[in-house]
């Protein structure tokens, strides 16, 4: 069982914009604004696209962005493309041993 | 540029023992940490530990402790993961990626992985 909760699905037609959240603890996402995200496609390996809570590493796409509320960590994705159909991860420091259950995000 | 590249699949027999590697370029591998993830089919991420190429220093998972031992070979810029005992369960993509850690409280922490391996299927059937 993941220490970090994440909807099985969501979904989202091409243009909109969708949002996954990630919920923690106090003890994790409540004290550190360290969460990262991560983008899996299908046979591939796992790509970071955020860190530090709201960082972007160079080449990733602006529509992509994140917050945190209390225990709780969302993803944002604006403009929908079909490109972005994929599985999506977070993880904290103080559960960095521990990945989320994992969204998977379908492009209607 | 960091580049992560494994070794190829493995098929092994249950009770067997298996070491896949992960030959990092691009970067000063002896300052760099290397964690180790793997996935089952179908399933989600889940992290076995991390090594330090500078210190050798290791973290495991608790769930894999006395099965696992990572490695490094600094003079080859190489990572290892031998894993053993291995169980029709263990069978899944095992994944190497360069790990950034943080020192809070005095506790060094990985808090995200920044470059990832292709992954080694490892395979474990009798």
């Known amino acids: 069982q993941s220490a970090l909760t994440q909807p099985a699905s969501v979904s989202g037609s091409p243009g909109q914009s969708i949002t996954i959240s990630c919920i923690g603890t106090s003890s994790d996402i409540g004290s550190y604004s360290l969460v990262s995200w991560y983008q899996q496609h299908p046979g591939n390996a796992p790509k970071l696209i955020i860190y530090e809570g709201t960082k972007r590493p160079s080449g990733v796409s602006n529509r992509f962005s994140a917050s945190k509320s209390g225990n709780t960590a969302s993803l944002t994705i604006s403009g929908l493309q079909a490109e972005d159909e994929a599985d999506y991860y977070c993880?904290?420091?103080?559960?960095?041993?521990?990945f989320g259950g994992g969204t998977k995000l379908t492009v209607l | 540029q960091v580049q992560l590249v494994q070794s190829g699949a493995e098929g092994k027999k249950p009770g067997a023992s298996v070491k896949v590697s992960c030959k990092a370029s691009g970067s000063t591998f002896r300052r760099s940490e290397i964690s180790w993830v793997r996935q089952a089919p179908g399933q989600g991420l889940e992290w076995m530990g991390w090594i330090s190429a500078y210190s050798g220093h290791t973290d495991y998972a608790q769930k894999f402790q006395g099965r696992v031992t990572m490695t490094t070979d600094t003079s080859t810029s190489t990572a290892y993961m031998e894993l053993r005992s291995l169980r029709s369960d263990d069978t899944a993509m095992y994944y190497c990626?360069?790990?950034?850690?943080?020192?809070?409280?005095?506790?060094?922490?990985?808090?995200?992985?920044?470059?990832w391996g292709q992954g080694t299927l490892v395979t474990v059937s009798s």
């Open positions: 993880c904290s420091y103080g559960t960095a041993s521990v």
């Open positions: 990626a360069r790990v950034r850690v943080i020192t809070i409280s005095g506790v060094v922490t990985p808090y995200y992985f920044d470059y």
